[in-house]
């Protein structure tokens, strides 16, 4: 019972930005599979991935007038559904690195705090999908190994050796991503160093 949903048709796509209610309707009912396979795709856990998708489907109903191309519609939920999935471990990368009762930070620690963030956000969405679940799950969300793995469907020793993985993946792209930026500063432009 392998069904195949195609997305809407360009002229359908066009009604609805022309504000056609009916076409809207079945713009989003249409593209809903698609959505929810992205989602999936994307997103750490399934929660996570039908609060992205729903998310998705909610711009696509406000904004499709915002859309330049109706062949575009497939990028365009893509990317909405990627930013949704990156801010959800946004939220949960830096609920998890808040600390109480400290000072308040200045404003130069609050930007390189998000700039922290985004990095790490930026490195968990990279791994592979079964690494990133399995990260999240143990490292982020905190929950037991042995939950982590019966909800994966995995031994205990499976996940544990992916979430080793995991962690050397993003320990590796992170890195890279720490001594890039030193590198550029030791590199001179052009030779000319001024002081």
């Not at 922290?116 to 190994?145: F, H, K, W, Y």
């Not at 993003?170 to 590198?183: C, E, F, I, K, N």
């Amino acid at each position: 019972m392998n069904q195949r949903f195609s997305w809407p048709d360009e002229r359908l796509i066009k009604a609805a930005q022309d504000g056609d209610v009916t076409s809207l309707t079945t713009v989003v009912m249409e593209s809903q599979p698609h959505v929810r396979k992205f989602a999936i795709s994307l997103c750490a856990s399934p929660q996570d991935a039908e609060d992205a998708a729903q998310e998705a489907l909610i711009i696509l109903y406000r904004k499709i007038g915002t859309l330049r191309a109706t062949g575009a519609l497939a990028s365009w939920m893509f990317r909405i559904v990627r930013n949704e999935c990156l801010r959800q471990v946004r939220l949960l990368v830096s609920w998890t690195n808040e600390a109480p009762a400290e000072p308040e930070p200045s404003a130069e620690d609050e930007v390189l705090h998000s700039l922290e963030v985004e990095r790490i956000a930026t490195a968990v969405s990279a791994l592979p999908r079964d690494q990133r679940q399995v990260l999240i799950m143990r490292d982020v969300q905190g929950l037991p190994g042995r939950t982590v793995a019966r909800s994966l469907g995995l031994s205990n020793a499976a996940m544990k050796s992916r979430l080793h993985r995991a962690r050397a993946a993003l320990r590796h792209s992170l890195a890279v991503t720490d001594h890039a930026p030193d590198q550029a500063i030791d590199r001179p432009a052009g030779g000319d160093r001024r002081p």
